[in-house]
T-cell receptor
Framework: TQLLEQSPQFLSIQEGENLTVYCNSS?????LQWYRQEPGEGPVLLVT?????EVKKLKRLTFQFGDARKDSSLHITAAQPGDTGLYLC????????FGQGTELSVKP | EAGVAQSPRYKIIEKRQSVAFWCNPI?????LYWYQQILGQGPKLLIQ????????DSQLPKDRFSAERLKGVDSTLKIQPAKLEDSAVYLC??????????????FGPGTRLLVL
C-alpha cells in the first residue's frame, strides 16, 4: 500500500488550462515537499510546506498543505508546455516518503 | 556549485551478474541517500548515510544489495547478483544535515539499470 497517494496519475491538457494535483495520506507529516522530475534527470525541489494550512506560491504554481498536515495540493494556472514533467510529492517522517507521481503533459 | 554526480548513466546487464554505481555528493554535504525508482513509481529510499555511518537501511535488500561511504564523501551501491526486478533508476541525493529537519535534498541524474 502507498503511504502517499497522488491523483491523477496521468494528466494531458492544452496550453492555457488550469490543473490541480492532489497528494493524500492517512498519516501526519512534519513537512511536505513537491518535486518536478524531467526525463533522464533527478527530481528537483519546488517547495517545502511545513505549517498546517500553509499556502505558498511560485509564479503560476500554488501549493497548499492541509490543516491536519496529511494532504497537499498543487495548482497550476495557465499551464505551459514547459510545465510538462513528473510531479512528485514527498512527506517527511524522519525520511522522505514519495508518492507515485503525476505525469503531466501540456500540449501547445 | 557542482551538483551530485553519478556514474555510469546507463547500464545493461544479465540477471545474476553484479553491478556497481558510484555517487559523488555536493561538497560539504554530510548526508547521502540512495533511492530506487521503478518505472511509474516514486523514489524509494534504500539507504541513508550521515557522514560514513548508516542512518537507515531498513528497505535495502541486504541479501543482494550493499553500499558503502568509506571516507564520508563518495559512495558506492552494489547489486550482486542482480534480478530482473532490479531494473530501475538508482538515484543518489545529498543534503547538508539530517532529513528529519525537512531540509532540501539535491538529486543526481540517476543511473538507469536494465537487467535482462
Amino acid at each position: 500500500t502507498q503511504l502517499l497517494e497522488q491523483s491523477p496519475q496521468f494528466l494531458s491538457i492544452q496550453e492555457g488550462e488550469n490543473l490541480t494535483v492532489y497528494c493524500n495520506s492517512s498519516s501526519v507529516f512534519s513537512s511536505l515537499q513537491w518535486y518536478r522530475q524531467e526525463p533522464g534527470e533527478g527530481p528537483v525541489l519546488l517547495v517545502t510546506v511545513v505549517t498546517g494550512g500553509e499556502v505558498k506560491k511560485l509564479k503560476r504554481l500554488t501549493f497548499q498543505f492541509g490543516d491536519a498536515r496529511k494532504d497537499s495540493s498543487l495548482h497550476i494556472t495557465a499551464a505551459q508546455p514547459g510545465d510538462t514533467g513528473l510531479y512528485l510529492c514527498a512527506g517527511a517522517r524522519g525520511k522522505l516518503i514519495f508518492g507515485q507521481g503525476t505525469e503531466l503533459s501540456v500540449k501547445p | 556549485e557542482a551538483g551530485v554526480a553519478q556514474s555510469p548513466r546507463y547500464k545493461i546487464i544479465e540477471k545474476r551478474q553484479s553491478v556497481a554505481f558510484w555517487c559523488n555528493p555536493i561538497s560539504g554535504h554530510a548526508t547521502l541517500y540512495w533511492y530506487q525508482q521503478i518505472l511509474g513509481q516514486g523514489p524509494k529510499l534504500l539507504i541513508q548515510f550521515q557522514n560514513n555511518g548508516v542512518v537507515d537501511d531498513s528497505q535495502l535488500p541486504k541479501d543482494r544489495f550493499s553500499a558503502e561511504r568509506l571516507k564520508g564523501v563518495d559512495s558506492t551501491l552494489k547489486i550482486q547478483p542482480a534480478k530482473l526486478e532490479d531494473s530501475a533508476v538508482y538515484l543518489c541525493a545529498s543534503s547538508l544535515g539530517h532529513m528529519g529537519s525537512g531540509e532540501t535534498q539535491y538529486f543526481g541524474p540517476g543511473t538507469r539499470l536494465l537487467v535482462l
